[in-house]
T-cell receptor, first 114, second 115 residues
Framework: AQKVTQAQTEISVVEKEDVTLDCVYETRDTTYYLFWYKQPPSGELVFLIRRNSFDEQNEISGRYSWNFQKSTSSFNFTITASQVVDSAVYFCALSVSGNTPLVFGKGTRLSVIA | DAMVIQNPRYQVTQFGKPVTLSCSQTLNHNVMYWYQQKSSQAPKLLFHYYDKDFNNEADTPDNFQSRRPNTSFCFLDIRSPGLGDTAMYLC??????????????FGPGTRLTVT
């Protein structure tokens, strides 16, 4: 069975601080996909990134960066110079094939204070 | 540019009164999913359609049904809503049939309140 753990329930930071959201996953499959989604107060889940198990290259997109470490089964997400608009619940998720449903972590609520 | 549309965005229904939530998509994706998300919890999959094939999760209550009359539309029917069914209901779509994985696209959700 697959499992995603987001140990941080809530994080509060002051604007312009860097913040890292942790994600640890469990699966016995050798092929899998990891995701991060953002859920602002409006409720819609916004796709941020997908990473497959064969690609451990870290990725940077603007102020966002992701660190994928297979050795520790982690897929952490860092926001640099956080902004108030980053306030949301962030979900890490796992899928073991292209069409299997996502297994979500419990989410981390990020509050960025001005 | 709307890709996954859910109607209504907010729904209030009475205990035991049947309710239907709708989802439509302009992506021509062949897989559609329904998730239930209760307050401060992660989304939980209820069921999904792979083309016309219906796949029910083992722990989805019988009270929840779904219909997919065509590729674009999918409905969630709650036959006799209970107070515990108050939640956000999220529809998502994805495309299958290729080797390259395609992410799931989510709609804005329907907030259902059962009174």
């Amino acid at each position: 069975a697959q499992k995603v753990t987001q140990a941080q329930t809530e994080i509060s930071v002051v604007e312009k601080e860097d913040v890292t959201l942790d994600c640890v996953y469990e699966t016995r499959d050798t092929t899998y996909y990891l995701f991060w989604y953002k859920q602002p107060p409006s409720g819609e889940l916004v796709f941020l990134i997908r990473r497959n198990s064969f690609d451990e290259q870290n990725e940077i997109s603007g102020r966002y960066s992701w660190n994928f470490q297979k050795s520790t089964s982690s897929f952490n997400f860092t926001i640099t110079a956080s902004q108030v608009v980053d306030s949301a619940v962030y979900f890490c998720a796992l899928s073991v094939s292209g069409n299997t449903p996502l297994v979500f972590g419990k989410g981390t609520r990020l509050s960025v204070i001005a | 540019d709307a890709m996954v549309i859910q109607n209504p965005r907010y729904q209030v229904t009475q205990f035991g009164k049947p309710v239907t939530l709708s989802c439509s998509q302009t992506l021509n994706h062949n897989v559609m999913y329904w998730y239930q998300q209760k307050s401060s919890q992660a989304p939980k999959l209820l069921f999904h359609y792979y083309d016309k094939d219906f796949n029910n999760e083992a722990d989805t209550p019988d009270n929840f049904q779904s219909r997919r009359p065509n590729t674009s539309f999918c409905f969630l029917d709650i036959r006799s809503p209970g107070l515990g069914d108050t939640a956000m209901y999220l529809c998502a779509t994805s495309r299958s049939g290729t080797l390259r994985f395609v992410e799931q696209y989510f709609g804005p959700g329907t907030r259902l309140t059962v009174t």
